[in-house]
Nanobody, 115 residues
Framework: QVQLVESGGGLVQPGGSLRLSCAPA????????MGWYRQAPGRQRELVAS???????YPEDSFKGRFTISRNNAEKTVYLQMNSLKPEDTVTYYC?????????WGQGTQVTVAS
């Protein structure tokens, strides 16, 4: 079980950008294939993008062109750069391994897009 901590969320205006970070809470040897997910209240959690151990990104079609996943293996951190944010991106974002492990969901980080 890996405890992951997401950070970087906050309030941003429509059209703005945010970069989310995800890092393990404790010491681990390395991160496997990872994913960023998001969940709106009352809806199922959805995959935003995943990234292989070597850094190859696999963005979901819905987010291509706006969201970019990346990782720094030396720092054991996974990032999600979000550009051109829209009000409908106002949800909680989570990271987890890919495919996700139910017991590894963290608290997530809230993103609010509003003027």
């Amino acid at each position: 079980q890996v405890q992951l901590v997401e950070s970087g969320g906050g309030l941003v205006q429509p059209g703005g950008s945010l970069r989310l970070s995800c890092a393990p809470a404790g010491s681990i040897s390395g991160l496997p294939m990872m994913g960023w997910y998001r969940q709106a209240p009352g809806r199922q959690r959805e995959l935003v993008a995943s990234i292989g151990r070597g850094g190859t990104p696999y963005p979901e079609d819905s987010f291509k062109g706006r969201f970019t996943i990346s990782r720094n293996n030396a720092e054991k951190t996974v990032y999600l750069q979000m550009n051109s944010l829209k009000p409908e991106d106002t949800v909680t974002y989570y990271c987890n391994v890919y495919p996700p492990i139910a017991s590894d969901w963290g608290q997530g980080t809230q993103v609010t897009v509003a003027s």
